[in-house]
């Protein structure tokens, strides 16, 4: 509300301490002895160890001739959206697989959530009376943290699955070995991925006068999918109200819409490859996606990744646990944002609800203290894996009590929440137990289809949206 917006204005404007000073120059050229291959000097955790690194160089150099994914002017354009979030006129809606997977790869997959984003954020928009910037988790999401190098079942250790990208999930000593090869592959399933969301974004599939086909077969007649058409049937009445008011039916938003692919940036191999000069301001970006974030393993201040990111300028977003101490933030933050630049940096925080209310308080304000902009955004994910019947799992209700920590945290502190980060489908799985659709202990055996981390079902993610809209609302 409005006493959020004046506080964010005096941060905004006044702050209390200069971060860094670079003489004016513009951002991004002040970075020392950055390049894209700087990282390679400091520790990088959580790499493969790949058999051969000839075939590694050769890979990467194919990759490093193919064209970029993305354009450096579409980051520019999500990071404005991004900085309009910090300061409460736009909320982030950041969602999708856990892992991205080769065997899980068709248009019916990619097009089910892709169209359970944009009915949340129909629902967050119209609910809360903001712009919803819609980040897919999506393109290009597979490489992945593990927070054991080996797996072990029976008498029988392994190396860790560590996303498609790397080498497969079976439990087979061959498909175990790291393969240089699946770089190129995923860069191709990232491209074609891109190319349909590209294509639904502004092919008229995603535009607002179609909200009513949105809708999943499977969830007509459950409680959200009743709730849903009932709110669809609400913006159809005001846009004809708008129409009626001179807006014109042929008007962008009727036809299409904005969609922003992100996914951590894990794989350095892989992210330099894609690594390219922007020949219009003469700085680097990563054009593997338009957002990357730095996952809760891979922050320390003096290793590759921080390194790596801090001279890309992208848009990107770092995960904080409640292991982050307020000082250290603030280094992170002036590490990756040296300009504070608004939009730039979004801190991503995933605690737990009790962990949040008890840690989040003293992060935001040693943040606001030392007068840095960032976009606080909530994953209310990875502070509540807990495993059941054998199965890694999610409840609804703790995914839900963290983000209701996170908007009452910000409504005592008056700063701002700026987002939600989801792990979730359009696929009607079995993975998260709880909320509407009531997926109970039992039933996590009928469709657990995630090779990682456990995601929230269609049913599930409208639920959240409606509970993100009710807490935008107030
Ligand atoms: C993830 O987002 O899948 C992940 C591994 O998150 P974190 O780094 O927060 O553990
Ligand atoms: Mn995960």
């Given at each position: 509300g409005l006493k959020r917006a004046v506080r964010v204005q005096a941060i905004a404007s006044e702050p209390r301490v200069a971060v860094t000073s670079n003489n004016g120059a513009a951002p991004g050229t002040t970075l020392g002895d950055w390049s894209p291959e700087s990282w390679r000097k400091r520790t990088a955790h959580q790499q493969p160890n790949y058999p051969d690194k000839e075939e590694v160089a050769k890979a990467c150099g194919e990759i490093k001739s193919y064209p970029p994914l993305i354009f450096?002017?579409?980051?520019?354009?999500?990071?404005?959206?991004?900085?309009?979030?910090?300061?409460?006129?736009?909320?982030?809606l950041q969602g999708g697989d856990c892992a991205e997977a080769f065997t899980q790869f068709s248009a019916n997959q990619i097009r089910d959530t892709y169209r359970v984003l944009l009915q949340m954020s129909v629902v967050m928009m119209f609910g809360g009376g903001v712009p919803v910037v819609k980040l897919g988790r999506m393109a290009g999401q597979f490489?992945?943290?593990?927070?054991?190098?080996?797996?072990?079942?029976?008498?029988?250790?392994?190396?860790?699955?560590?996303?498609?990208?790397?080498?497969g999930p079976e439990f087979t000593e061959q498909a175990r070995i790291p393969d240089p090869w699946r770089l190129v592959r995923a860069y191709n399933q990232s491209a074609a991925t891109l190319n349909l969301l590209r294509g639904f974004s502004t092919g008229g599939y995603a535009g607002l006068k179609r909200i009513?086909?949105?809708?999943?077969?499977f969830m007509a007649n459950s409680d959200e999918g009743k709730a849903y058409m009932d709110l669809a049937r609400r913006v159809d009445e005001a846009l004809q109200f708008m129409m009626a008011c001179g807006?014109?039916?042929?008007?962008?938003?009727?036809?299409?819409?904005?969609?922003?692919?992100?996914?951590?940036?894990?794989?350095?191999?892989?992210?330099?490859?894609?690594?390219?000069l922007d020949s219009?301001?003469?700085?680097?970006?990563?054009?593997?996606?338009?957002?990357?974030?730095?996952?809760?393993?891979?922050?320390?201040?003096?290793?590759?990744?921080?390194?790596?990111?801090?001279?890309?300028?992208?848009?990107?977003?770092?995960?904080?646990?409640?292991?982050?101490?307020?000082?250290?933030?603030?280094?992170?933050?002036?590490?990756?944002?040296?300009?504070?630049?608004?939009?730039?940096?979004?801190?991503?925080?995933?605690?737990?609800?009790?962990?949040?209310?008890?840690?989040?308080?003293?992060?935001?304000?040693?943040?606001?203290?030392?007068?840095?902009?960032?976009?606080?955004?909530?994953?209310?994910?990875?502070?509540?894996?807990?495993?059941?019947?054998?199965?890694?799992?999610?409840?609804?209700?703790?995914?839900?009590?963290?983000?209701?920590?996170?908007?009452?945290?910000h409504d005592a502190m008056g700063s701002v929440p700026g987002g939600v980060h989801l792990e979730m489908t359009g696929d009607n799985v079995t993975e998260c137990v709880g909320g509407g659709s009531a997926v109970g202990e039992e039933d996590l055996n009928t469709r657990y289809h995630t090779h990682c981390d456990p995601r929230l079902n269609a049913e599930q993610s409208l639920e959240m949206a409606f509970y993100v809209a009710s807490r935008l609302r107030q």
């Open positions: 450096a002017g579409e980051c520019r354009n999500l990071q404005e959206r991004l900085a309009k979030a910090a300061v409460g006129e736009a909320f982030i490489a992945k943290p593990r927070s054991a190098d080996l797996e072990t079942k029976g008498d029988v250790s392994l190396p860790s699955y560590r996303g498609d990208i790397i080498n009513a086909n949105w809708n999943l077969d807006l014109s039916s042929d008007s962008d938003i009727m036809s299409e819409t904005e969609f922003y692919t992100s996914h951590e940036c894990l794989l350095l191999d892989y992210e330099e490859a894609l690594t390219r219009t301001t003469n700085t680097w970006y990563d054009c593997s996606a338009h957002f990357l974030w730095c996952g809760e393993r891979t922050r320390q201040l003096d290793a590759s990744h921080v390194e790596f990111m801090r001279g890309i300028q992208n848009p990107i977003g770092v995960k904080v646990s409640d292991k982050m101490d307020p000082a250290e933030l603030v280094s992170l933050i002036a590490s990756l944002n040296p300009d504070n630049t608004p939009g730039r940096l979004a801190v991503i925080v995933r605690m737990g609800a009790e962990k949040l209310r008890a840690k989040f308080p003293a992060l935001i304000e040693a943040v606001e203290q030392a007068g840095q902009v960032v976009t606080w955004v909530c994953d209310p994910m990875h502070g509540n894996t807990e495993s059941c019947n054998g199965f890694k799992t999610r409840r609804y209700d703790n995914v839900r009590a963290e983000v209701e920590a996170f908007f009452d945290v």
